[in-house]
């Protein structure tokens, strides 16, 4: 397991990661349970409809002190752990998601860069189609993004 997530921390060194299945097939606890393994700090953050941008920038100027807390105590305790992986779950439920491809693709916030120690992962779920009755049918008729 520590192997593994050796792996994934030299994978997320230098790559963009984003997991995408299914509702419930265990993305989160996947990330959770690798951060643990290899004794990295994580920020995990579940993205909805109501999280804006505000929220993000705040989380980012979290993650952002929280790094330069875990490097004074690093330097204290010569912990090697000098990163720490914020994790966007679900970031495709969010109205801003063409501003997620910035940070999440870009590794950077309103055109600043996110140092590079404050690694992103992100999750997503795979749209399905909804299922829509009469009335949605013929409200939603003109809307062809409304089936999702």
Known sequence: VVL????????ILFCLVDLSNSVGC??????KYLACAVDVHL???DIHGGIERTHIR???????KQFSQLKNINKESKIK???????????????DIGWFN????????????IPHEIKIIA??????????????????RGDSLAKY
């Open 58 to 64: 705040k989380i980012i100027k979290d993650c952002k």
């Open 4 to 11: 593994m997530g050796e792996t994934l921390r030299c994978y």
């Open 81 to 95: 752990t000098n990163e720490i992986w914020l994790f966007l779950d679900e970031f495709n439920t969010s109205p």
């Open 102 to 113: 910035e940070l999440i693709c870009n590794h950077s916030l309103d055109g600043i860069a």
């Open 123 to 140: 999750a997503c779920n795979p749209y399905r189609e909804r299922k829509l009755n009469k009335k949605e049918r013929d409200w939603f």
């Open 26 to 31: 265990g993305k989160t606890a996947l990330i």
């Open 43 to 45: 920020e995990a953050v």
